[in-house]
């Protein structure tokens, strides 16, 4: 089916924005620690590295729905079962499938108003979109697996996830591929609308091999007494910025950004952090915990907003990182920007080494030093799997977090 | 006699650059309890770390020797791996390390080769009970949480699942109430035999009265000042350590 008009020209006008835009130089504010050249924002359209063939995709537990986007290639979901009523599909598809239901949605919170959403969207070329409607429970995950196989030197896709008043969704992107010969930028952007009442739990999984430039933006929009939940696990790529905003526009919601991410080698990860609270009386957390060994560096920057007119703002940011060895850096950059009286606001950024009695501690008992620091940082990174709701998906990822200390 | 579990000869250990042991000589054979008592600071805790390998307690001087094997410079999970168990006096918390797997590393570690999950849990389940540990504390995290007596009783847990050739108890009856000090005497004494020795360090008879030394030292200024038998502990227990000098001019 062709896309309709308004999609069209909505890409039409991303593109022409995408040329009218000043270059980034690097020299921003926002631009300070990751360049926009090595998110290949800026510079000639990369060039597609040669195919290597496709990963291969993990069987994961049970899901509701498995997506598949080869090189962000559209593709048909294989769906096990979904409560009636429940949407999920590829986003293209959806377009003119579910027009009324996308229509008012897309790009209304990841908007192509600046270089990168510009970027994603004029070039997306595949997606997810989940529509839960008012009362269901689809709790059972949707999972989209994103990959790169080299064969193309971008790799551009979008989420968009609709869960309506009082209804439930579990929804997982992964992002993998093989070690890829040369660079391929992958460009994401999630968009999420939690209605009144209703609960969501997003989780995005970094793992892309070597090779991989990755920019993700993300932002949900919480309602009146919602709860969402956003959890970003970041473990692979070279460069992997991702930027999660949760936008609080009801009273009473609890939005919680939850991030863990363990870095080695030469790996770049660069996590900005936002929580916006427009409504009164809402809760927030940030929390984001992470790990770097060799030469890896990362950079965290948090961000509470409380608007005036958000009295009984309840909100908590924190950052904790673990430096293994001299030559890895980390940063963490907590920031507060707060215009309403009567708010309770904490934020706390730190970055320490191992505990020598923690490490001491394992060692007496036998543990040798490689495995006992392994211990460690797992249970360093615990504080924020345990607050991953669905086990199986906590299991999953305590899994994959093993997988890359090894 | 047995042969010496555990031979200290002349030892000399600083923690940063402060000498705090002066030439310690010690032997314990195999099989034997020994007790440990001294006034506060009189460096007991610095030799039970410095016998562990702890890198904090920097070893200036003298050698240590267990089985006949110098292990002066060895790290401490090597130790561990040839029979040496330390229970702590201040157990540490380890954030987000279950119990389970902390335990499953260290069995396998020091056994040297895979532990099956059925065998580890049989074990495991076995020295819970031993030391009257409820299951729900296997998917704890490693001392988090636990009360001061929680944590003593479960180093005597762990070292009844390690199963060590020596063991050296650094005041695991501090702060335990009397039920606490017998599940942990009695898993002690069950431990006993002619392939364990012990080193209970310990300021009150107490312990002893469940634990039997065989022999009891006296540690004074970073030296053992005066071993004898079991005696010597009631002694000092009425007497303090007024004839060994006041501690403060032996600092000094
Ligand atoms: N990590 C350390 N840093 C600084 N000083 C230390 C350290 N460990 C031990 N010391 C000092 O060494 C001396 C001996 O301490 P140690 O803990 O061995 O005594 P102890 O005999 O175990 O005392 P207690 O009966 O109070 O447990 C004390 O003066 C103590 O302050
Ligand atoms: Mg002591």
């Known amino acids: 089916m062709a896309s309709p008009a308004w999609a069209d020209e909505a890409r039409e006008t991303a593109r022409a924005t995408l040329a009218d835009l000043p270059a980034l130089t690097g020299r921003e504010e926002d631009w300070r620690f990751t360049r926009p050249r090595d998110l290949m924002l800026e510079g000639p359209e990369p060039e597609a590295p040669g195919a290597v063939g496709d990963v291969d995709v993990p069987e994961a537990g049970q899901r509701a729905v498995r997506l598949h986007l080869a090189d962000g290639a559209p593709s048909e979901p294989a769906i ?3 409560p009636d009523g429940v949407v999920v599909g590829e986003l293209g598809s959806a377009l003119a499938e579910h027009e009324p239901l996308v229509r008012d949605r897309l790009l209304k919170l990841v908007g192509a108003g600046d270089k990168p959403g510009a970027l994603n969207a004029a070039l997306w070329s595949g997606g997810t979109f989940v529509y839960v409607p008012a009362g269901v429970d689809a709790t059972l995950p949707t999972e ?27 929804v997982v992107d992964r992002y993998l591929s093989p070690d890829l010969p040369g660079r391929v930028h992958a460009s994401t952007a999630v968009e999420l609308f939690v209605a009144p009442n209703a609960e969501l739990e997003h989780l995005a999984i970094v793992d892309w091999g070597a090779g991989v430039h990755h ?17 970003v696990v970041t473990l692979g790529g070279d460069v992997v910025r991702v930027e999660p ?27 900005r952090v936002v929580s916006r609270h427009e409504a009164p009386n809402a809760y927030s957390n940030l929390l984001y915990k992470g790990a770097l060994q060799d030469q890896a560096r990362t950079v965290f920057y948090g961000n509470l907003i409380v608007p005036p007119g958000s009295p009984g703002t309840d909100a908590y940011q924190t950052n904790r990182n673990l430096v293994l060895n001299e030559g890895a850096r980390a940063d963490t950059i ?13 934020h706390a950024g730190a970055v320490g080494r191992v ?38 998906l906590r299991h999953e990822l305590e899994a994959a977090v093993e997988r890359k200390l090894t | 006699m047995a042969e010496p579990i555990l031979k200290i000869h002349d030892l000399q250990v600083a923690v940063d650059d402060t000498p705090i042991l002066r030439g310690l000589d010690l032997e314990i054979p195999q099989g034997e309890v020994h007790a440990l008592m001294g006034p506060n600071g009189s460096g007991k805790s610095t030799l039970a770390y410095a016998i562990a390998g702890h890198p904090r307690y920097d070893i200036t001087g003298g050698t240590i020797e267990f089985e006949g094997e110098d292990v002066t410079e060895m790290e401490p999970d090597e130790r561990a791996a040839l029979g040496l168990f330390l229970a702590m006096q201040y157990p540490v918390e380890v954030p987000g390390v279950s119990v389970m797997n902390f335990l499953r590393a260290s069995l396998t570690a020091v056994r040297g080769e895979e532990v099956k999950p059925r065998e580890f849990i049989k074990e495991f389940d076995e020295a819970s009970e031993l030391l009257k540990f409820d299951r729900s504390f296997a998917d704890r995290y490693l001392n988090e949480g636990f009360s001061g007596g929680e944590k003593k009783r479960h180093e005597i847990m762990q070292m009844a699942l390690l199963k060590p050739k020596f063991a050296v108890l650094d005041e695991t009856d501090s702060g335990l109430d009397v039920d606490a000090l017998k599940v942990v005497s009695e898993g002690v004494n069950s431990l006993r035999g002619p392939g364990l020795g012990v080193l209970i360090i310990t300021h009150y008879t107490r312990i002893l009265r469940y634990i039997q030394p065989d022999v009891v030292h006296v540690m004074i200024d970073g030296k053992v000042a005066q071993t004898g038998g079991p005696e010597l502990a009631e002694q000092l227990e009425e007497r303090g350590y007024a004839e060994f000098g006041p501690a403060e001019a032996a600092t000094a």
């Open chain 1, 245 to 271: 905003t949760m936008q609080i526009v009801g009273a009473g919601a609890d939005a919680r950004a939850l991030g863990l991410f363990f870095a080695g080698g030469q790996q770049h990860f660069e996590h």
């Open chain 1, 144 to 170: 989209t697996v994103t990959t790169a196989t080299g064969a193309a030197g971008r790799v551009a896709t979008r989420t968009l996830v609709v869960v309506e008043e009082g209804a439930r969704a579990t």
């Open chain 1, 80 to 82: 096990t079962e979904l």
């Open chain 1, 334 to 346: 907590p920031f507060l920007e707060i215009e309403t009286a009567e708010v309770k606001c904490s």
């Open chain 1, 215 to 231: 920019q993700m933006v993300l932002r949900a929009q919480v309602d009146r007494d919602a709860r969402a939940r956003s959890v």
């Open chain 1, 355 to 392: 505990d020598d009695e923690h490490l001491f501690y394992l060692k007496s008992r036998g543990v040798p030093e490689a495995e006992a620091k392994r211990l460690i940082v797992l249970g360093f990174l615990q504080e924020v799997l345990e607050h991953v709701r669905l086990e199986e």
